[in-house]
């Protein structure tokens, strides 16, 4: 399954180093969804707002504890 990104979200590792408190700025007031880092021509990581990562965190837990209890039952 394909994310699609903006470009406005996307940044090469030497941009991230230049302008870190700038585009961590973006990410925390939702001027951006998240910060997606580039290294030699390859997604590396992506930065995102503490908060949303703790949602994406425990949506994960959840899921894996749904895929526990499924898979248990087999």
Known sequence: ?????????????????????SILKKVN??????????????FRAVLVDFKEYEKLKNALNVLEKIYAKNRNRA
């Open 29 to 42: 007031s939702r001027e951006i969804e998240r910060a997606v880092v580039v290294k030699n021509s390859h």
């Open 1 to 21: 399954m394909a994310t699609f990104y903006n470009k406005e979200e996307i940044f090469t590792a030497t941009e991230i180093v230049r302008d870190f408190s």
